[in-house]
Nanobody, 112 residues
Framework: QVQLVESGGGLVQAGGSLRLSCVAS????????MAWYRQTPGGRRELVAG??????TNYADSVKGRFSVSRDNGNTVHLQMNSLNSEDTAVYYC???????WGQGTQVTVSS
């Protein structure tokens, strides 16, 4: 079973940027679509961005133009987050839906 590990979260001021990474224990992202989700302090989990194995991307309306998902290779994907605001505060998760795998999450906190 592939394992996913997220990193790159932290505390940042509003307007700042962070780059999250998701590393798979074996080559995964060149064959499978993946998604970034986030769970807000209120408990809501929402889809942030998706990256298909073909390279096609999609984004939630709330992050379009600010977030960008990319793939380094079959093992590593990134979520570049710019112009962060307090509503982006959440735990961010990496997911491969076809393999039913989630990472442990990384906390992003945006201070105003």
């Amino acid at each position: 079973q592939v394992q996913l590990v997220e990193s790159g979260g932290g505390l940042v001021q509003a307007g700042g940027s962070l780059r999250l990474s998701c590393v798979a224990s074996r080559s995964t992202f060149n064959l499978n679509s993946m998604a970034w989700y986030r769970q807000t302090p209120g408990g809501r989990r929402e889809l942030v961005a998706g990256l298909a194995a073909t390279g096609l991307t999609n984004y939630a309306d709330s992050v379009k133009g600010r977030f960008s998902v990319s793939r380094d290779n079959g093992n590593t994907v990134h979520l570049q987050m710019n112009s962060l605001n307090s509503e982006d505060t959440a735990v961010y998760y990496c997911n491969v839906p076809t393999l039913h795998v989630w990472g442990q999450g990384t906390q992003v906190t945006v201070s105003s």
